[in-house]
């Protein structure tokens, strides 16, 4: 397996411009969740999907941040506008049933 | 030990030596917790979970120690060797599917 997939691994754009960061889960894996991770916060829970309907975004920071998953083997976290302070790292992981969840390489958003 | 803001807890060990990291949690409801392993430019990586119906599991050249009276988490990490070298978190899972990061400790290995 080739475990969770990301893309793009790094982006750099200006303020005000969308963004959109994907996600490929384990085949299999019925959860999925979008985790950003700062210097300042750590790591931090965003959203979680279970057999692709959202559970808990109570972690979105605002409403320039959605998340979709359309079906059970892709997700997307899209920011629009983008921020400056939204320059981090996302990381999408995902699980089936109760084991623990398996992470993604991460994106590294740059935002100018 | 748990921290939040720019600074992680550090512990710098000597290859060979056993390391202890330890960890807060904050929630008594958390009855699920894992330990995760992140390299540089990588994402985290399981290491070793316990459920709160235990105080002890083994893995290979780990082990993790619960104490749900204090709230207290470890990892010990036996003969470390320099590919331990990276940050740990704990996680502690108040509610299904809701797994709560810690701050981090950077484990050095120094050869």
């Known amino acids: 397996d080739a475990g969770v997939i990301q893309s793009p691994r790094h982006e750099v754009t200006e303020m005000g411009q969308e963004v959109t960061l994907r996600c490929k889960p384990i085949?299999?894996?019925?959860?999925l969740f979008w985790y950003r991770q700062t210097m300042m916060r750590g790591l931090e829970l965003l959203i979680y999907?279970?057999?692709?309907?959202?559970?808990?975004d109570s972690g979105m920071p605002e409403d320039r941040f959605s998340a979709k998953m359309p079906n059970a083997s892709f997700s997307t976290l899209k920011i629009q506008p983008s921020e400056p302070r939204d320059s981090a790292v996302y990381f999408c992981a995902s699980s089936k049933g109760p084991l623990p969840p398996f992470f993604g390489p991460g994106t590294r958003l740059t935002v100018l | 030990g748990e921290s939040v803001g720019l600074h992680l807890p550090t512990l710098s060990v000597q290859e060979g030596d056993n390391s202890i990291i330890n960890c807060a949690y904050s929630?008594?409801?958390?009855?699920?917790f894992i330990w995760y392993k992140q390299e540089s430019g990588k994402g985290p990586q399981f290491i070793i979970d316990i459920r709160s119906n235990m105080d002890k599991r083994q893995g290979q050249r780990v082990t993790v120690l619960l104490n749900k009276t204090v709230k207290h988490l470890s990892l010990q990490i036996a003969a470390t060797q320099p590919g331990d070298s990276a940050v740990y978190f704990c996680a502690e899972n108040p509610r299904i599917n809701d797994m709560r990061f810690g701050a981090g400790t950077r484990l050095t290995v120094k050869p």
């Open positions: 999907f279970n057999n692709n309907v959202p559970i808990d």
């Open positions: 929630n008594s409801a958390s009855d699920y």
């Open positions: 085949s299999g894996h019925n959860s």
